[in-house]
């Protein structure tokens, strides 16, 4: 065990023949005393430097740690993030490929749709063209016709109210 500045102030020496001075040893011993005193306060505020070190570092342990988890729980997320969004781009390309693809079917079967219009309302036209050629042959023939000329050459004879009445009754 260490010894403490009162076992030291405390130490006797005994005394023989020729011994040391008393007053020489005393005044070392008090000196050694004031020394070891001060060793000892210098010991206990280096002891509470140490705990009080220490203490911050531990703080700063916690903190780093803390700091590590928080660091990987973001890159977990980030990446889960990541992930999701491209499962999500997946699921919007594929949404997209399918409308495409349906409004591709949509267009195509229209277009075939006006291109049958097309083809009925050309078959329509030629018949009409051809009919209504033919009717016009047809009134060009009649006036074309000599019955025309006998209607010309036709005399209307005047007809008097005594005939109209006639032909009215029968």
């Not at 010894?3 to 005393?26: A, M």
């Not at 210098?42 to 780093?64: C, D, G, H, W």
Request: aromatic share 6%; glycine share 2%.
């Amino acid at each position: 065990m260490p010894l403490t500045p009162l076992d030291i102030h405390n130490k006797e020496f005994s005394k023989g023949f020729r011994g040391y001075d008393e007053d020489e040893v005393n005044e070392f011993l008090d000196q050694v005393i004031k020394d070891y005193e001060m060793i000892i306060r210098e010991k206990k505020q280096l002891e509470e430097k140490v705990a009080e070190l220490t203490e911050k570092l531990n703080y700063f342990i916690n903190i780093e740690e803390t700091l590590n988890k928080s660091i990987l729980i973001a890159q977990e997320t980030a990446e889960e993030v990541k992930r999701n969004a491209q499962k999500e781009a997946k699921l919007i390309i594929k949404e997209a490929e399918k409308n495409a693809d349906r409004i591709i079917s949509e267009a195509l079967a229209k277009s075939r749709k006006i291109a049958l219009e097309i083809e009925e309302l050309k078959r329509q036209s030629k018949v009409f063209r051809t009919r209504f050629r033919m009717l016009i042959e047809a009134q060009l023939e009649m006036l074309n016709n000599d019955d025309w000329d006998h209607l010309l050459e036709y005399e209307v004879k005047e007809i008097n109210e005594e005939e109209l009445e006639e032909a009215s009754q029968s």
